[in-house]
């Protein structure tokens, strides 16, 4: 499961936008392309969770702001962290707000629309308001607004545009079931998949991960992730504390030490650090979710005794 930490600092960060980014209840109402289809909306359980990577968040939809209620969640994550489709569907992008900044509509398959506000808008890791909203630093490179894009596909990266200039990066995330009013995105974040990452459909990945031992049998390892980099690519997540179930087969190496001798997996101990290399596997939804045992271990590396 994807790290969710709601540390004092972070709710601090909560107040503080809680006075200076009120955006949601002043954005334009989404609107819902026609269909003759009954549409109900999404089971709480059926999105994706529309960051990759660590993130903070509380129940603060309804809270007041300067604009009126709160109507979305703020999502606190590293700047530039991933922006995911929530489920399938047709992406708008919106630049015109002063108080959203950078943004993108998301009319998805069931009718629901979703917001991405606050969207990146700098070309470095400070705050320097110099990218604009635009592909490459908002929006992934090769996506066009109108384009149709799959659950879990990347649509922007998480900023701090708009009225949360200066403010610790965030996604507000908003939930408009029939492209009407905004309901309470919060159970459906609790309840969403969470994608251990990200790469397009019809490729072969390798995970480099390192973390800690949970346990270990000759035939798996569960393994609590501190950092995972996704190969090919630059896909790099930290901080992550998320637990995987590794298979492991009779074929893959078990070292001590990163020149040491091999040994047995079942020697491994509860609480010491591994880095582990993944066999090359073709993407698959149970893949990208990490869904234990169908990610098998090529080679594993544990400390020196």
């Given at each position: 499961?994807?790290?969710?930490?709601?540390?004092?600092?972070?709710?601090?960060?909560?107040?503080?936008?809680?006075?200076?980014?009120?955006t949601?209840?002043?954005?334009?109402?989404?609107?819902?392309?026609?269909?003759?289809?009954?549409?109900?909306?999404?089971?709480?359980?059926?999105?994706?969770?529309?960051?990759?990577?660590?993130?903070?968040?509380?129940?603060?939809?309804?809270?007041?702001?300067?604009?009126g209620?709160?109507?979305?969640?703020?999502?606190?994550?590293?700047?530039?962290?991933?922006?995911?489709?929530?489920?399938?569907?047709?992406?708008?992008f919106?630049?015109?707000?002063?108080?959203?900044?950078?943004?993108?509509?998301?009319?998805?398959?069931?009718?629901?629309?979703?917001?991405?506000?606050?969207l990146?808008?700098?070309?470095?890791?400070?705050n320097?308001?110099?990218?604009?909203?635009?592909?490459?630093?908002?929006f992934?490179?090769?996506?066009?607004t109108?384009?149709?894009?799959?659950a879990?596909?990347?649509?922007?990266?998480?900023?701090?545009?708009?009225?949360?200039?200066?403010l610790?990066?965030?996604?507000?995330?908003e939930?408009?079931p029939?492209?009407?009013?905004?309901?309470?995105?919060?159970p459906?974040?609790?309840?969403?998949?969470?994608?251990?990452?990200?790469?397009?459909?019809?490729?072969?990945?390798?995970?480099?991960?390192s973390?800690?031992?949970?346990s270990?049998?000759?035939?798996s390892l569960?393994?609590?992730?501190?950092?995972?980099?996704?190969?090919?690519?630059?896909?790099?997540?930290?901080n992550?504390g998320?637990?995987?179930?590794?298979?492991?087969?009779s074929?893959?190496?078990?070292?001590?030490?990163?020149?040491?001798?091999?040994?047995?997996?079942?020697?491994a101990?509860?609480g010491?650090?591994?880095?582990?290399?993944?066999?090359?596997?073709?993407?698959?939804?149970?893949?990208?979710?990490g869904k234990?045992?169908?990610?098998?271990?090529?080679?594993?590396?544990l400390?020196?005794?």
């Amino acid at each position: 499961m994807v790290s969710i930490r709601t540390t004092a600092r972070a709710l601090l960060v909560l107040a503080l936008l809680g006075f200076a980014a009120g955006t949601a209840a002043a954005l334009p109402p989404p609107e819902l392309p026609g269909s003759s289809k009954a549409r109900h909306g999404p089971t709480r359980d059926q999105i994706v969770f529309p960051v990759l990577g660590t993130v903070t968040f509380t129940d603060d939809f309804g809270a007041p702001r300067p604009q009126g209620p709160h109507q979305g969640i703020d999502i606190l994550a590293p700047k530039r962290a991933l922006a995911l489709a929530a489920e399938p569907g047709r992406v708008r992008f919106f630049t015109g707000s002063g108080r959203a900044g950078c943004m993108l509509y998301l009319d998805g398959a069931s009718g629901t629309t979703y917001l991405y506000v606050h969207l990146n808008n700098d070309l470095t890791q400070g705050n320097d308001n110099r990218g604009g909203c635009r592909n490459g630093v908002t929006f992934p490179r090769g996506l066009r607004t109108g384009a149709r894009v799959q659950a879990g596909q990347p649509v922007g990266f998480v900023g701090d545009s708009g009225d949360a200039d200066g403010l610790h990066p965030h996604l507000h995330f908003e939930v408009h079931p029939h492209g009407g009013r905004a309901r309470n995105p919060y159970p459906y974040l609790i309840a969403a998949r969470r994608l251990l990452f990200y790469m397009p459909a019809g490729t072969t990945f390798t995970l480099a991960l390192s973390g800690i031992v949970v346990s270990a049998t000759d035939a798996s390892l569960r393994v609590r992730i501190g950092t995972l980099r996704a190969l090919p690519g630059s896909l790099t997540l930290r901080n992550l504390g998320r637990p995987l179930t590794l298979a492991v087969p009779s074929y893959a190496t078990v070292e001590r030490g990163e020149h040491g001798s091999s040994t047995h997996l079942a020697t491994a101990k509860r609480g010491e650090r591994v880095i582990v290399w993944t066999e090359p596997a073709d993407v698959t939804a149970d893949a990208e979710a990490g869904k234990d045992g169908i990610i098998s271990a090529a080679r594993i590396v544990l400390p020196a005794t």
